[in-house]
């Protein structure tokens, strides 16, 4: 049921993840752009013939999982790594500010509806991870959830932090097989990407207000990640901090974890049986006769 492959970007499953420990820059040898961007495309046409297999294969289903800071680019990362995959076989789906019919579920709810079935890839741009996170936070945000009992600080995300992994080991178990990744960027790369959004008139559309605001909480947002991430890091379920501030670096550190994991499922096409080959052999000659 383990999933997880070796990597220096891997949060430990012992519960000693620092997010301070994490780089947000690639290695100092790291490829130029232009050899990042070739190396990206050999990650995508793998994980494209993959993807054939896996959706024949049919006993497996992929959850991807992108949190992240704004301006991390989760959507650039989405779109660029998953850009040779059948859109058939994968379903994307973007969680913000939960519904008045959201809020009257439990907080896995809404994202449960939205599962991959087996065969498919699903991608969750933010997820249930955002009720240990941006409602950590904010915690004038639980007033809109209505819970039933009055619990309060850490005994309250404990204990969604403990229905997050009960949660993770289920799917497990049943054929899920999830990934999860943290795209680490700095507070200063944030800064030059909010900047060059306000200098580019094609850029423009993605600045939000409420994103700059949003900068005053820094610090209690890497402690949220920093204690999500170490409860919640497992080998069935396995979460990678990976370095931000180097898109192209970035983008195929993600491709080659998704492709590294998938060759691992041992995956191969359905194999016909000799009373099904007999029946094709019957339709060829009928096909043949006409």
Not at 45 to 67: N, P, T
Request: overall charge neutral.
């Amino acid at each position: 049921m383990s999933t997880f492959i070796d990597s220096k970007y891997l949060v430990p499953f012992d519960g000693s993840f620092s997010y301070e420990s994490m780089p947000t820059t690639p290695p100092e040898d790291v490829k130029g752009k232009k050899a990042l961007r070739r190396e990206l495309k050999d990650w995508v046409k793998e994980l494209q013939q993959l993807q054939r297999v896996f959706y024949a294969h049919d006993h497996h289903s992929i959850l991807l999982v992108f949190q992240a800071m704004d301006a991390a680019g989760k959507d650039g990362t989405i779109r660029a790594v998953l850009s040779g995959v059948n859109p058939a076989g994968c379903q994307v789906y973007s969680f913000k500010q939960p519904s008045a019919t959201e809020l009257d579920h439990d907080f896995l709810w809404r994202t449960s509806r939205c599962l991959p079935e087996r065969g498919r890839i699903g991608i969750f741009n933010r997820s249930y991870y955002e009720e240990v996170l941006v409602v950590r936070v904010h915690p004038e945000y639980l007033a809109g959830q209505r819970l039933p009992a009055p619990v309060h600080g850490e005994e309250l995300w404990g204990q969604r932090l403990s229905s997050i992994r009960d949660h993770e080991l289920h799917l497990a178990r049943n054929g899920t097989v999830i990934l999860k990744f943290w795209l680490n960027v700095s507070k200063e790369e944030q800064k030059q990407r909010f900047l060059s959004r306000l200098d580019e008139p094609e850029k423009n559309w993605k600045f939000s207000a409420g994103d700059v605001r949003e900068r005053g909480f820094w610090d209690d947002y890497m402690q949220a990640y920093e204690k999500a991430l170490a409860a919640t890091s497992r080998p069935w379920a396995p979460w990678y901090a990976i370095p931000a501030d180097n898109k192209p670096y970035m983008r195929v550190c993600v491709a080659e974890t998704i492709v590294r994991t998938m060759q691992s499922l041992s995956l191969n096409y359905p194999k016909v049986s000799p009373k099904e080959r007999a029946k094709f052999d019957e339709m060829r000659a009928l096909l043949e006769s006409e």
